[in-house]
Nanobody, 122 residues
Framework: QVQLAESGGRSVQAEGSLRLSCVVSGPPFSIYVMGWFRQAPGKEREFVGGISRGGSRTYYADSVKGRFTISRDNAKNTVYLEMNSLKPEDTAVYYC???????????????WGQGTQVTVSS
């Protein structure tokens, strides 16, 4: 059984930085493409970005490109979301997700964490 647990969410002021972590337990972490999503109140869930199984490829939504960085440490079964220059519109619950099968970052994700709240104040 695959379990994902996010941590690191908190309140921060605009222009601040935050790093979220997601630890994955279960089958070997390296077989999963990992993604980060977010959902703000009253809005649809948004794909923030993802990283390939080996970490060589990443993808970012335009809304976070240049500000957010996704990385992974396969030895620690952990994926990270480094967020810089945060804006109030980044306020959301952030979820990590794992995708099995091929190494594409796009597509449907199979396993989800419970989410961690990030609040950015102006």
């Amino acid at each position: 059984q695959v379990q994902l647990a996010e941590s690191g969410g908190r309140s921060v002021q605009a222009e601040g930085s935050l790093r979220l972590s997601c630890v994955v337990s279960g089958p070997p972490f390296s077989i999963y493409v990992m993604g980060w999503f977010r959902q703000a109140p009253g809005k649809e869930r948004e794909f923030v970005g993802g990283i390939s199984r080996g970490g060589s490829r990443t993808y970012y939504a335009d809304s976070v490109k240049g500000r957010f960085t996704i990385s992974r440490d396969n030895a620690k079964n952990t994926v990270y979301l480094e967020m810089n220059s945060l804006k109030p519109e980044d306020t959301a619950v952030y979820y990590c997700a794992a995708r099995g099968g091929d190494d594409r970052i796009g597509g449907d994700y199979d396993y989800w964490g419970q989410g961690t709240q990030v609040t950015v104040s102006s």
